[in-house]
Nanobody
């Protein structure tokens, strides 16, 4: 059983900053990719950023230069530093981890419960 617990969401004015955290716990052998997704009302869930176990990162064009994803492999934790927030960043943000429970097991996707980020204009 794997649990992802997110924290750090909230209400902020446009131009402000927030930092999201997501800690994975359980009987985990390894975590490959960790990522943040978001879903705004009436929209599909979209990838915001991801980071590999080796530290390679990828960002959605809409957040490049404003958001930074990072991870602490020793703590099985991923972070999302969000700067210069815009009203269009308002969404529920979900943590995702591609987890391996035992050596040679297939990876599977685990999701957090989501944390609300609201940016006022």
């Amino acid at each position: 059983q794997v649990q992802l617990v997110e924290s750090g969401g909230g209400l902020v004015q446009a131009g402000g900053s927030l930092r999201l955290s997501c800690a994975a716990s359980g009987s985990i052998f390894s975590i490959n990719v960790m990522a943040w997704y978001r879903q705004a009302p009436a929209k599909q869930r979209e990838l915001v950023a991801l980071v590999s176990s080796g530290g390679s990162t990828h960002y959605a064009d809409s957040v490049k230069g404003r958001f930074t994803i990072s991870r602490d492999n020793a703590k099985n934790t991923v972070y999302l530093q969000m700067n210069n927030l815009k009203p269009e960043d308002t969404a529920v943000y979900y943590c995702n981890a591609r987890v391996m429970l035992r050596p040679f097991d297939p990876n599977f996707d685990s999701w957090g419960q989501g944390t609300q980020v609201t940016v006022s204009s």
